[in-house]
Each structure stands twice: as C-alpha cells, then as structure tokens.
C-alpha cells in the first residue's frame, strides 16, 4: 500500500503536534509544510526528516502530490485557507478546531461544504481521548440515560504562540469558542440532542491582566461558567479555570441518570506535571452504579511513545488513525463541517450571554 502524502497549513505548536503523531502512522507522511513564520516552517521540517517547504499557501495547493491536507493555522483563517484550497484542489482536509470565529464567516462556509467535492474533518482531538470515548460509548447503558452532564477543565493559562494571535477575542473567537468548542462539541456527542438555551458567566480575572502586545492588552477570558439546556429535556453545564494549573487531572467528564453515574479522568501534558511528585496521574473511567452502589475505576493508560507525541494525551495520534482510513476511502469524516459549525455557535452563543448577562436561545 503506497504511503500518503499530507500537506500541512500552519507549523507552529498544534502542526508540529501533528507532524509527530503522522510518524507514528505506518502509511502516511508530511511532504510539504506551509507557514509564513520561516523559522516555524524550518522547524516543521526539521521534526518530519522527509518535508519539503512551500513558498506559499498557493505552491502548497499546487503540489499534485499530496492526497491531503492539515490544516493548523490561527483559528480565524481557516475558513479563508480551506475556501483557498476549494477553488483548486478536492483534497481530503483536517481541519483544526474552531473551525471559524465569527458568525460572519459561517454561510461561506456552508456553501463550501455543499460543493466540496472531498471529505472535510473537524479536529475535535477531545473525542479521542481514551477515558472520553469510553464514557460515550458507555454513557447509555450506565446512567439508563443522561440527564445531566458536567464538564470542568482545571488547566494552565494559554501558551505564547507567534504574534500572541491567541491573546485577542478578534482572533479566537473568545476563549469559550477557542478553548472549549471541544467541550461544546462533547455536550451534543453524549447528549444525542441539540442544544436551545446557553446561559453563561465569565471574565478574565487572572492571566495575562499585566502584558502587552502591540500597545494592546489581551482580552482573553481564564475563566467562565456555561449551563445549555438541550431539546431532549437534558441539561449540561462547563466548569473552565485556566490558572489551576496544580490540578492532578486537568479534564473531569461526569454523566449521570437514573441509573448511575459514568465519569472520566484525564491528565494534562505529561511535558508540564512536576516529577518530583511522582508519576503523573493514569487516565481512567469511573463507573458508580446506584444499585449495586460503589465506583468501579478502570485505569487507561497511553502507550508511553503515544503519550510523548503530543499535548493531548495520546487522542491526536488515535484521530489520526481515523483520519487515514478516510484518506484511504474508507469511512467518513466523524467530525463532520456541521459538528464543527454547531461547537462554535454554542461557543459564540456563551460568549454573547456573558457578555450581555442574557440568556440565548439557539
């Protein structure tokens, strides 16, 4: 079977990411890298041993080579990248999440997934966390159906990243539509609903109060309460803090109904847990029924080269593995354009009721 040829839009933390799990895949490579930060695209190619650089986003498109791309660029050129490659190419594409940061944005790119003649897959790496996918697989038959579903990530405050793009609202979308589309995106997973109202609460009380970045100091929430109300009657709600850094798991998953209760466990980077405490935490599932009564934990650890290829505990590389089977033919998209689109409506709906102290309806 011939290997398959990946381009990658967007070299920085997330494509180097990428580029690390890619070399775990048998049947697969980076052979050509875009970024318009040289010193980014030089270090992509660097990490692959086997990547080419492109001169532009457009030399890129034109490599008739590859069978896909990667896109991992700031959030609110992904619309604009992906329409790029439309106009040229059907390639197979991966595109990190959010997949857009304005609503502005969002009828362009409905048409571009009507006419898009390729399969188009969102980067929800949160789904492919072993705990996690374990608890959707299991949510059901636990909880005899979930009626509520609390979501908390207790986690270090956003990373440098060039330029500090991820510092300002106009670039993210806000931080409850660039941090937490994942979460969003998990709510209607383990939910099987859509949502109809958002209620939320949040600021920026902590992180980043005292930089500046070209005469402008950043205005990026590390904090926020969200409680949506879904169609089936369930309710899920998000707990986000990013300056409790010293958390032992930095994302907790809990589904509960009339039956029990189903949690999930998962550490953050292995890369930032402090060794003189010891090994860092093992992923696991919580089990606790209401009859019998008692939690049954079921410990999930990740292959340790798995661990070390990423930031995400292991769940890039399993999307990955996913990704190549469509790129091969095989399947669809499980992140389809319209999960992505749904994630940053509920993001931008938070947003917009913490802001105005309403509640929105979607």
């Given at each position: 079977?011939?290997?398959?040829?990946?381009?990658?839009i967007?070299?920085?933390?997330?494509?180097?990411?990428?580029?690390?799990?890619?070399?775990?895949?048998?049947?697969a490579?980076?052979?050509m890298v875009?970024?318009?930060v040289?010193?980014?695209?030089?270090?992509?190619?660097?990490?692959?041993g086997?990547?080419?650089?492109?001169?532009?986003?457009?030399?890129l498109?034109?490599?008739?080579?590859l069978?896909?791309?990667v896109i991992?660029?700031?959030?609110?050129?992904?619309?604009?990248?992906?329409?790029?490659?439309?106009?040229?190419?059907t390639?197979?594409?991966?595109?990190e999440?959010?997949l857009?940061?304005?609503?502005?944005q969002a009828?362009a790119?409905?048409?571009?997934?009507?006419?898009?003649?390729?399969?188009?897959?969102?980067?929800?790496?949160?789904r492919?966390?072993?705990?996690?996918?374990?608890?959707?697989?299991?949510?059901?038959?636990?909880?005899?159906?979930?009626?509520?579903l609390?979501?908390?990530e207790?986690?270090?405050?956003?990373l440098?990243k060039?330029?500090?793009?991820?510092?300002?609202n106009s670039q993210?979308?806000?931080?409850?539509?660039?941090?937490?589309?994942?979460?969003?995106?998990l709510?209607?997973?383990?939910?099987?609903?859509?949502?109809?109202?958002?209620?939320?609460s949040?600021?920026?009380?902590v992180?980043?109060?005292?930089?500046?970045?070209?005469?402008?100091?950043?205005?990026?929430?590390?904090?926020?309460?969200?409680?949506?109300?879904?169609a089936?009657?369930?309710?899920?709600?998000?707990?986000?803090?990013?300056?409790?850094?010293?958390?032992?798991?930095?994302?907790?998953i809990?589904?509960?109904?009339?039956?029990?209760?189903?949690?999930?466990?998962?550490?953050?980077?292995e890369r930032f847990?402090?060794?003189?405490?010891?090994?860092?935490?093992?992923p696991?599932?919580?089990?606790?029924?209401?009859?019998?009564m008692?939690?049954?934990?079921?410990?999930?650890?990740?292959a340790?080269?798995?661990?070390?290829?990423?930031d995400?505990?292991?769940s890039?590389?399993?999307?990955?593995?996913?990704?190549?089977?469509?790129?091969?033919?095989?399947?669809?998209p499980?992140?389809?354009?319209?999960?992505?689109?749904?994630?940053?409506?509920?993001?931008?709906?938070?947003?917009?009721?913490?802001?105005?102290?309403?509640?929105v309806t979607?």
């Open positions: 079977m011939s290997s398959k040829k990946y381009g990658l967007g070299c920085g933390m997330m494509g180097q990411e990428h580029i690390r799990n890619v070399a775990l895949l048998e049947g490579a980076f052979s875009y970024d318009p040289r010193d980014l695209a030089d270090a992509a190619v660097r990490l692959s086997t990547a080419l650089i492109a001169d532009s986003l457009d030399d498109i034109a490599d008739e080579s069978d896909a791309v991992a660029s700031p959030n609110h050129v992904h619309v604009d990248q992906m329409r790029a490659i439309a106009e040229r190419r390639l197979p594409i991966l595109v999440k959010p857009y940061t304005d609503l502005a009828d790119l409905t048409v571009l997934g009507r006419n898009y003649g390729a399969p188009i897959w969102v980067a929800m790496e949160y492919y966390m072993e705990p996690i996918a374990a608890l959707v697989e299991r949510a059901e038959q636990v909880t005899g159906g979930v009626r509520m609390t979501i908390r207790h986690r270090f405050p956003f440098p060039v330029g500090n793009w991820n510092r300002f993210t979308g806000g931080t409850l539509v660039e941090k937490c589309c994942h979460f969003f995106d709510m209607r997973l383990v939910l099987k609903s859509e949502p109809v109202r958002v209620m939320a949040g600021g920026q009380d992180n980043h109060l005292s930089e500046v970045v070209d005469g402008k100091t950043p205005d990026v929430w590390d904090n926020a309460y969200v409680i949506v109300d879904f089936s009657g369930a309710r899920a709600m998000l707990e986000l803090c990013m300056f409790a850094e010293g958390s032992r798991y930095q994302e907790e809990m589904a509960v109904g009339g039956n029990g209760k189903i949690e999930a466990q998962v550490p953050g980077p847990w402090p060794r003189a405490l010891g090994p860092q935490p093992v696991r599932v919580i089990t606790s029924p209401r009859t019998p008692g939690p049954v934990i079921e410990e999930m650890p990740v340790p080269e798995i661990l070390a290829a990423g995400h505990n292991g890039t590389f399993y999307q990955h593995q996913h990704f190549l089977e469509v790129v091969r033919g095989n399947g669809a499980e992140v389809t354009l319209d999960d992505g689109a749904k994630a940053v409506q509920m993001g931008l709906a938070a947003q917009r009721s913490a802001t105005e102290s309403i509640v979607l």
